[in-house]
């Protein structure tokens, strides 16, 4: 069956950096995209980072543009976050979830649009 495990998060300190894993199984990661989600407490789940199939195109939330990075391995069935000069602000759980296209949905961050999540890793920053 399909499955998505988030790992990497942890606490840190305001500036460090993180790096989160998506590991997929149950499907080929090629053939989908596959989105970062975040919530933080008492808010709602919003969209971080996209990266759709392929080599095709990435997408990023203004919040962390040019602070995180989207990657893929598909050989490794695995999509990475790589978060620098992390913000309080950051800290949520953080979700990868996989929509039912090859590319980033036209609405991204909508989540009617994905169909799969993984369970969330929880990631702090301190001040």
């Known amino acids: 069956q399909v499955q998505l495990v988030e790992s990497g998060g942890g606490l840190v300190q305001s500036g460090s950096s993180l790096r989160l894993s998506c590991k997929a199984s149950?499907?080929?990661?090629?053939?989908?995209?596959i989105t970062w989600f975040r919530q933080a407490p008492g808010k709602r789940r919003d969209g971080v980072s996209c990266?759709?199939?392929?080599?095709?195109?990435?997408y990023y939330t203004s919040a962390v543009e040019g602070r995180f990075t989207i990657s893929r391995d598909n050989a490794k069935n695995t999509v990475y976050l790589q978060m620098n000069t992390l913000k309080p602000d950051d800290t949520a759980v953080y979700y990868c979830?996989?929509?039912?296209?090859?590319?980033?949905?036209?609405?991204?961050?909508?989540?009617?649009?994905?169909?799969?999540w993984g369970q969330g890793t929880q990631v702090t920053v301190s001040s």
């Open positions: 979830a996989r929509p039912r296209t090859r590319d980033c949905p036209l609405v991204t961050w909508a989540q009617y649009e994905y169909d799969y």
């Open positions: 149950g499907f080929t990661l090629d053939d989908y995209a």
């Open positions: 990266i759709s199939s392929g080599s095709g195109p990435t």
